[in-house]
């Protein structure tokens, strides 16, 4: 008898003979029939219409869905003077001085021709201190760095990058990021992960 139901092509009757309410008035039985229906109608339209994880995430970009799929290495990375990057012949002091300033917990290491050779960690240089205490300071980065470091690129996801931290116990902060041809132009921390809403602030992944 609803006008609706005539208009429509295809009528589903999800009528139900009696409320759970013990008076028959307030609408309980009915409104769990129209869920179960309108799931089940959602889940065979997304079905039909092939309806991808990366659909979802373009009408929810701000869930965590959405980040986990439309955010990119690129949009959180640390850059300009909160990146450093020094060169293989600096010093461990002024290496010091250039990672406290970026405010980071590494720098990017590049060669003579400016391309991404290591990286070095203010952990490198603490365990360096310890093996010459006297002289550490004023030797050569090129000593002290890491030559083989990990590194992405703008363009991955950043839950790709949140793989390679947890595949790497070993260097669990700091990620390179790098350009086509291998000079840095960022640094991804893990703490950049969480406050971009990947990494919950207890350790776990947003999945």
Do not use: W
């Amino acid at each position: 008898e609803s006008s609706l139901a005539r208009a429509a092509d295809i009528f589903v009757d999800a009528s139900v003979p009696k409320e759970a309410c013990p008076h028959n008035l307030a609408p309980t039985t009915s409104t769990t029939a129209m869920l179960a229906l309108g799931d089940a109608l959602a889940l065979a339209v997304m079905e039909a219409r092939n309806f991808s994880r990366a659909d979802y995430a373009l009408l929810h970009p701000a869930g965590s869905l959405g980040r986990r799929l439309l955010l990119s290495v690129g949009d959180i990375m640390r850059t300009g003077e909160a990146l450093a990057v020094i060169g293989e012949s600096t010093t461990l002091t002024d290496a010091l001085f250039a990672i406290t300033k970026a405010g980071a917990g590494a720098a990017c290491v590049t060669d003579a021709t400016g391309k991404l050779s290591g990286i070095l960690t203010d952990g490198d240089i603490r365990r360096f201190l310890l093996r010459a205490p006297d002289t550490a300071l004023r030797e050569k980065v090129a000593d002290a760095m890491s030559r083989t470091p990990r590194v992405t690129t703008p363009e991955k996801l950043a839950v790709e990058a949140l793989d390679q931290f947890e595949n790497d116990v070993a260097r669990p902060g700091d990620l390179p990021v790098v350009s086509e041809d291998s000079r840095p132009v960022g640094m991804l921390m893990l703490k950049d992960l969480v406050r971009a809403g990947i990494v919950l602030p207890d350790g776990d992944a947003v999945r």
